[in-house]
């Protein structure tokens, strides 16, 4: 179920709202419910997948209790677990990938499996992760099935994030006084959930139709619509992405659930470092606690390059964990190299002037974007091509497209407000922070 | 080590990591404040505090560490 469907909208949120509230008259149990919700919310799309979903929960729990009274052997069944967790990750997102691969290096014809890809899957596996972390480290001291079944399936957070932390959520799940309706929650939620849905319905949905005539016509693109597709791409997913998360944001707020900052204005980062701390943050903090500091940590003496190195191991990672694809690992490695070479600027006191880093850190996202949205190399490095190339025959087409784009007044009043709400307006989080919540 | 002490010692360790001046710091500092306390000067911050005062930090703490205020509650405790 797509939170800017009819379904979730006008069915599914309105009648889990007024059973999330109205229950607790009945003295029915809410996380009873909650998890109930989660569950149709989630087989919804596919009730095939349910089966993956209850398995990660259940052996999850089940390592959890574990580390939980081991002693001797806890850092064994900590790497038991994470492999457990990865490799039901890499069987159902990474394994036709991998055959893809063996294919063409060995000259081999296997087949693919064509497995079904359980939706959601990559943000349970890491919020699982992070949890077991957690409770290897005793910071998870008392674990209830139920509670950790409703922290991983919650349907809000659950298809796109943002990745939340056991110790985050749980208070706020437990808590009987969230279960009482409050009128000032309901109203900001409701707000935040309004611009997620015409970020995502009219903004990105808008561009995307321009986005995607021009990119399935690649050879067409000159140095003037390369550049502007790609730039209405990286306004599009930007839209599309916080615009969903937003209202999952939203969604939980209207039940006095507050839901983790995931973006906060990325667009205008004036550095990758910078980007990194706006963009998808919540993954952000995973990679950065869960991966790149474990890794610095197993180095046990400081040294820049090695933090480096472990920079470049964290975003091979992060590129991977986007999708099943070599353009996702470019896109996760530019952006490693984008850090390293922040890092090293940072580290020489080099400072530009605060417009020229804002345009570079813009462009290099956008150029990013390029890999993340195009099916394969080629594809990306004919845009890439088109875009830093002029060719002279190209005078007579420009014209034509100027004339072309300025009587396409709906991308152009569409880019108008994009361009606006990126840069002039504060973003959803500052919202509610302004508007302080409870 | 009395928790001034500590106190100081975090001040040197910051301001030698991060190379933020150590006037620059007070209890109330923490990592936001300092675009030079990113995540690279994070983890040095944290091997030096181990070696400094002879305490395992693990994963999780090693995010939560993020302040002075928070530093000084660890090594006091």
Known sequence: ?438 | MTNRDNLSEIFKIISKSTGISYDKLDINTAMHDFERWDSVNHIKIILEIEKKFKKKINTTQMASLDSVSSIKKFLDN
């Open chain 1, 1 to 438: 179920m797509l939170f800017y469907s009819f379904t979730y909208l006008l069915i599914f949120l309105p009648v889990t709202l007024l059973l999330y509230f109205g229950l607790r008259y009945l003295k029915f149990n809410s996380f009873h419910f909650l998890i109930f919700a989660s569950i149709f919310f989630y087989s919804w799309w596919n009730i095939y997948y349910l089966p993956i979903i209850l398995f990660s929960i259940t052996a999850n729990f089940y390592f959890s209790k574990i580390l939980q009274k081991e002693d001797s052997h806890k850092k064994k069944y900590l790497f038991l677990s994470i492999i457990v967790n990865v490799l039901l990750l890499a069987i159902f997102k990474y394994l036709d990938f991998l055959i893809e691969n063996y294919n063409l290096i060995f000259n081999t014809k296997i087949e693919p499996l064509n497995l079904p890809f359980p939706l959601a899957i990559s943000f349970f596996t890491f919020q699982s992760i992070a949890f077991l972390i957690n409770v290897y480290d005793n910071e998870i001291k008392e674990i209830k099935f139920e509670k950790f079944f409703l922290f991983v399936i919650f349907f809000p957070q659950l298809i796109a994030g943002p990745i939340v932390k056991y110790n985050y959520m749980i208070p706020q799940l437990s808590n009987k006084d969230n279960l009482r309706f409050n009128s000032k929650n309901f109203i900001i939620g409701l707000t935040i959930l309004l611009i997620g849905l015409f970020k995502k319905v009219y903004l990105a949905e808008s561009l995307s139709v321009f986005v995607e005539s021009n990119y399935s016509d690649l050879e067409n693109l000159n140095i003037l619509s390369s550049w502007v597709t790609s730039i209405c791409f990286t306004f599009q997913f930007y839209f599309d992405f916080s615009g969903y998360v937003d209202m999952a944001t939203g969604s939980a707020l209207m039940m006095n659930i507050v839901l983790p900052a995931n973006f906060n204005s990325p667009l205008k980062a004036t550095s990758i470092i910078n980007f990194w701390q706006k963009w998808h943050i919540t993954l952000s903090n995973f990679l950065t606690n869960y991966i790149y500091m474990p890794i610095m940590k197993t180095f046990k003496e400081f040294a820049f390059y090695k933090s480096l190195i472990a920079i470049l191991i964290v975003f091979f990672i992060a590129g991977l964990w986007h999708g099943p694809s070599w353009n996702f690992v470019i896109f996760g490695l530019f952006h490693g190299f984008g850090l390293v070479i922040n890092h090293v600027f940072r580290t020489f006191n080099i400072k530009l002037w605060s417009l020229i880093s804002w345009f570079l850190t813009f462009n290099f996202v956008n150029i990013s974007f390029i890999f993340f949205k195009l099916e394969s190399i080629n594809q990306s490095i004919i845009i890439l091509k088109k875009m830093f190339f002029f060719e002279k025959k190209e005078f007579d087409y420009h014209a034509n497209y100027l004339a072309i784009l300025n009587n396409d007044y709906n991308l152009l009043i569409t880019l108008c407000i994009s361009i606006i709400i990126c840069f002039c307006f504060k973003n959803s989080y500052s919202l509610i922070e302004k508007l302080s919540i409870r």
